[in-house]
T-cell receptor
Framework: GAGVSQTPSNKVTEKGKYVELRCDPI?????LYWYRQSLGQGPEFLIY????????DSGLPNDRFFAVRPEGSVSTLKIQRTERGDSAVYLC?????????????FGAGSRLTVL | GENVEQHPSTLSVQEGDSAVIKCTYS??????FPWYKQELGKRPQLIID?????GEKKDQRIAVTLNKTAKHFSLHITETQPEDSAVYFC????????????FGQGTELSVKP
């Protein structure tokens, strides 16, 4: 697509539930990133993909968080047994992956609220 | 891994004045330094970026300077306008290594008319 698309834009869930957040990157972008942004903070790196594989998942806070990108395009961030501290805006971003093409373009984010 | 520190956390200027935001980074391998502007409730948007092979880059009222020896870079906004009010984030990565962009904590800029 023309931009990075994220769904849902807002998600309210109860503590202990499972949630999935979806990201559709810019068409042709091979690199896809997930960040988490809490109020008043900068985006915090979670994981990034080159193609289908997770190139770096060092930012995932614990094993309740998992992300996939099975066909190298759309990605899903999965959070199990949600906790109130997981409440944040989850931002997805993509870049082309070509050498020298550095610009990271963000989606509008998915606001997760855990009650 | 990379760590990016950003100062100040808040900055208030009078319309027409200049604003300067400073960042330091820790990984000497970093070679790409973008700045993003984020308005309330919106996504971060790139406003300017610089690569490590240059020391300064300008785009109209916005400029960025980079000192690789000291590992710091700065954003300069001249002739500020109320619409410049937003949160600004610096970031750094080593793109040649398939880098992950690491962000600073942000600076909330307020331009008073």
């Amino acid at each position: 697509g023309a931009g990075v698309s994220q769904t849902p834009s807002n998600k309210v869930t109860e503590k202990g539930k499972y949630v999935e957040l979806r990201c559709d990157p810019i068409s042709g972008h091979t690199a896809l990133y997930w960040y988490r942004q809490s109020l008043g903070q900068g985006p915090e790196f979670l994981i990034y993909f080159q193609g289908t594989g997770a190139a770096d998942d060092s930012g995932l806070p614990n094993d309740r968080f998992f992300a996939v990108r099975p066909e190298g395009s759309v990605s899903t961030l999965k959070i199990q047994r949600t906790e109130r501290g997981d409440s944040a805006v989850y931002l997805c971003a993509s870049r082309s992956g070509r050498s020298g093409a550095n610009v990271l373009t963000f989606g509008a984010g998915s606001r997760l609220t855990v009650l | 891994g990379e760590n990016v520190e950003q100062h100040p956390s808040t900055l208030s200027v009078q319309e027409g004045d200049s604003a300067v935001i400073k960042c330091t980074y820790s990984d000497s391998a970093s070679n790409y330094f973008p700045w993003y502007k984020q308005e309330l409730g919106k996504r971060p948007q790139l406003i300017i970026d610089i690569r490590s092979n240059v020391g300064e880059k300008k785009d109209q009222r916005i400029a960025v300077t980079l000192n690789k020896t000291a590992k710091h870079f700065s954003l300069h906004i001249t002739e500020t306008q109320p619409e410049d009010s937003a949160v600004y984030f610096c970031a750094a990565d080593d793109y040649n290594q398939g880098g992950k962009l690491i962000f600073g904590q942000g600076t909330e800029l307020s331009v008073k008319p």
